[in-house]
């Protein structure tokens, strides 16, 4: 009897230092864990973007990389995302009100899709030469369009038409559907901007629907 009662306890103590153990390396490893999958996370959301931003090029700037020879020409595009301060300053409720308003305009995005992109305005960030376009692309300092006295300077320097900028790419919880805003600038008071819908089909982002938005 005493041996038995010996091997339940013996087996019980066992099974407890087992699971203190197995809790002890989640718990001792859940830092690094939450950092590798945040890395993961952002890794995959900017490779994404990249891809976004690439799909919207190539459609919607199709005849500006073609010249009459059919030859592509040579895009510029500001290194720094678009951003909207409001979204920091004013919070989440501005954020949750600036979606409900927007649904009305866009109602085929979802709204998770454009929490996510209202969230992101608030921070841009500097895009690095990995777009994967038809053409080839100069990534420069938005200021350099102000700092060139000339309009027709800058076209000639660059052999341009005029300076893309993008603001971050709103995804859905899926990261099958995003949204993003395009400008395009001929000089710093003159372009047009747009609001572009894409999903996700077979692997390739595909643009769905372009909202329109202002033209100077």
Known sequence: MYKKVSGVILASLTFVIGICGVAFYFTSGSETQRWSI???????????????YSAVVNEVFAEEMARGDKKPRGLVISDRTSSYPNSQTLGIGWIEEQVQDRKKYYPSVSEDTLTDFYLKTASPI????????????????????????????????YSAGGMIKFSRVGFNSS???AFVEVEFLYCPLCGFGDKILLEKEFGI????????????
């Open 126 to 157: 500097k895009l690095e030469s990995k777009l994967d376009l038809a053409a080839p692309y100069t990534l420069i300092d938005e200021n350099e369009l102000e700092r060139i006295d000339e309009e027709v300077q800058f076209f000639t320097k």
């Open 175 to 177: 990261r099958n559907q």
């Open 205 to 216: 982002w595909i643009v769905k629907e372009r909202f329109g938005g202002w033209i100077s």
């Open 38 to 52: 945040s890395n993961i996370t952002k890794v995959s959301e900017e490779v994404e973007s990249y891809a976004v």
